[in-house]
Antibody, heavy 122, light 108 residues
Framework: EVQLVQSGAEVKKPGESLKISCEGS????????IGWVRQMPGKGLEWMGIIYPGDSDTRYSPSFQGQVTISADRSISTAYLQWSSLKASDTAVYYC???????????????WGQGTMVSVSS | EIVLTQSPGTLSLSPGERATLSCRAS???????LAWYQQKPGQAPRLLIY???SRATGIPDRFSGSGSETDFTLTISRLEPEDSAVYFC?????????FGQGTRLEIK
């Protein structure tokens, strides 16, 4: 079964750093892009960026460039989303996603992780 | 970037009726690279439609997509109580990928 399994919920204070993970299984991890989507409480979906684990080519949405870092460790089939200094406005559910087609960075998203809730509050 | 505007914001219908959800793009969506997703409370979104009109694996034929360029529609025929959810459109023809703000469908 193809699946993406994300790390658990996090509760952090403003200014702290954080790295959440997304492990892929059931497919060739290095040949599919992995993206990240933000959903703030009660709001819609926002595209953050995407990485190709095969060569670490990374593309950010302009809204998130410089705000987060996307990375991947292909040896353990895991992608990451990290913050160096969290803000209260980073409170959201974060989903990792896989596009439908191997090698395609712009595609419909047919595999979703279960989501990681990040809460940032003083 | 392409802005997607969905309407209506909320739709309230009865079981057995037909739902028509709209997604309008601020500029033409390349190659009809338009997808629809269903999201139920507490769950991740699920892909319903890709390429404007192709159903994803396991999606019942009550769900259909149509449209091109800047105007797209998701139609759900013969509504069932389990169709109650928020529906999002997404364009992936231009970078960055963008989503509509969602339509909430309530089944009376």
């Amino acid at each position: 079964e193809v699946q993406l399994v994300q790390s658990g919920a996090e509760v952090k204070k403003p200014g702290e750093s954080l790295k959440i993970s997304c492990e892929g299984s059931g497919y060739s991890f290095t040949t599919y892009w992995i993206g990240w989507v933000r959903q703030m409480p009660g709001k819609g979906l926002e595209w953050m960026g995407i990485i190709y684990p095969g060569d670490s080519d990374t593309r950010y949405s302009p809204s998130f460039q410089g705000q987060v870092t996307i990375s991947a460790d292909r040896s353990i089939s895991t992608a990451y989303l990290q913050w160096s200094s969290l803000k209260a406005s980073d409170t959201a559910v974060y989903y990792c996603v896989r596009p439908r087609y191997s090698g395609s960075s712009n595609d419909a998203l047919d595999i979703w992780g279960q989501g990681t809730m990040v809460s940032v509050s003083s | 970037e392409i802005v997607l505007t969905q309407s209506p914001g909320t739709l309230s219908l009865s079981p057995g009726e037909r739902a028509t959800l709209s997604c309008r793009a601020s500029q033409s969506v390349s190659s009809s690279y338009l997808a629809w997703y269903q999201q139920k409370p507490g769950q991740a979104p699920r892909l319903l439609i890709y390429g404007a009109s192709s159903r994803a694996t396991g999606i019942p034929d009550r769900f259909s997509g149509s449209g091109s360029e800047t105007d797209f529609t998701l139609t759900i025929s013969r509504l069932e109580p389990e169709d109650s959810a928020v529906y999002f459109c997404q364009q992936y023809g231009s970078s960055p990928i963008t989503f509509g703000q969602g339509t909430r469908l309530e089944i009376k």
